[in-house]
């Protein structure tokens, strides 16, 4: 007979979107929150009594009606004392909470000097390349950008698609718009600076991604928002030959469950990145045909 000396239960890795609107300037952030209870329940380790054990997905639930509840920004900080307050408060068998939080960097855009409304982006994305030289010296380049993710509050719906039987998914019209950008290009002429090349395609992709920093402009679906990303890339640099985008469909799913007291406002989301949409598109000028 053995004596248990030591227990936590929890949830880990709750991940939670946190949009706040105050006008047309949207907060967001995102957060993966890891909460462990130290409680009085040793039956349900030692005889399977499971009277006195606060399910970890009540834990994980808790997690969203305390997001919920927050309805000014708040920092992660601040949220975890609030939601280790309330474990503590509300069972009596529980002893402590600890709770961990990793927030995702996502940062505001700036565009020309101002900043955008409901626009968020994660680091700079990498920029790297591809030449091939054959045995006349000549060369073809690619260049392209990798793993710039880029996140919008509002703006961005998806309706019309192909209902049958096995379609789910609701029509909206307002959504939150989320990828990482992959781009790869290719150069018809040497431009006059591989870098400042770089840097015009990666600004032009944000802006069209983006629209103006006030009023932003409205997605009906990442393929549309991918086609003028690359068309305007093309017709600001004539040097380009071809580029191929692939976005895929980062989900931030609505959290709606009103019976634990979290209706969806467009304020919680649920992120995730696996399954994700996958869209890839080549565009290429009109003459020629896509080498990618
Ligand atoms: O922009 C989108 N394109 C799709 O092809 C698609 N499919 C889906 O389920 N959601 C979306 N969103």
Redesign the pocket.
Known sequence: MAEVVQHRHGKARVRVGRVWREGTRHAFVEWSVSVLLSSRCDPAFTVGDNSSIVATDSIKNTVYVKAKECTAIISMEEFAIFLGEHFVKTYPQVTGAQINIIEIPWEPITINGEIHNHGFKLGKGSHTCEVTIDAYGSAIVLSGLEGLALLKTTQSG?EGFVRDKFTL?PEVRERILATEVRAVWRYRSKPSCYNKAFETVRNKLMDVFFGPPVSGVYSP???NTLYLMGERVMQRLPEIESIKLSMP?LHFIPVNMPTVGVKFDHDVYLPTDEPH?T?EASLTRKSGHSKL
């Open positions: 998806f998914l679906s990442v393929q469909n949409g869209i």
